[in-house]
């Protein structure tokens, strides 16, 4: 009997483990959405700088970094929702310290959707080095962490 008790109180620990690691709420934190916000903003930044003819622009150099809030001061900065503020700080091509606000749309599966300001970022295209009207990569763009 004591060996059906233990297989039995081994098979709940296990499927109450399991049911707490499918909670995904939790995953989504202001430490994570940022950690994987400014590298991704950074590489698409980078991909639209190379299609203005900006080849000097690196990660490096533009010293990319986010700070991000949910919904304000008496909200907890963590779960999925539509009320993600993120403002992203770098260096533009020119050295210039830039600022931009980004909307993001963060769902439970822990991927997002950003939406940037054109005052700084550009339109939704841009004119490349030959002439041609081109998605604008840091637009409006999605990642996950």
């Known amino acids: ?3 059906l008790r233990t297989v039995t109180t081994a098979v709940l620990g296990v499927a109450a483990l399991g049911g707490l690691s499918a909670c995904g709420s939790a995953d989504v934190t202001k430490a994570r959405v940022e950690a994987s916000l400014t590298p991704t903003f950074t590489n698409l930044y ?5 299609l203005l003819g900006h080849p000097q622009v690196t990660a ?3 010293q990319a970094s986010s700070s991000c809030d949910r ?3 008496n909200v907890a900065d963590t779960g999925a929702g539509r009320d993600w503020i993120c403002m992203i700080t770098w260096n533009d091509d020119t050295g210039t310290s ?3 606000k980004f909307e993001l749309q963060v769902h439970s599966s822990s991927c997002w959707t950003a939406n940037g300001p054109a005052k700084t ?6 004119t490349d080095t030959t002439g041609r009207e081109v998605l604008n990569p840091v637009s409006a763009f ?4």
Request: charged share 5%; with cysteine.
């Open 1 to 3: 009997m004591s060996a």
């Open 46 to 50: 980078l991909q639209q700088q190379q």
């Open 60 to 62: 490096a150099s533009m």
């Open 71 to 73: 919904g304000g001061p």
């Open 98 to 100: 830039q600022e931009g």
């Open 121 to 126: 970022i550009g339109s939704f295209t841009v």
């Open 142 to 145: 999605d990642g996950c962490f």
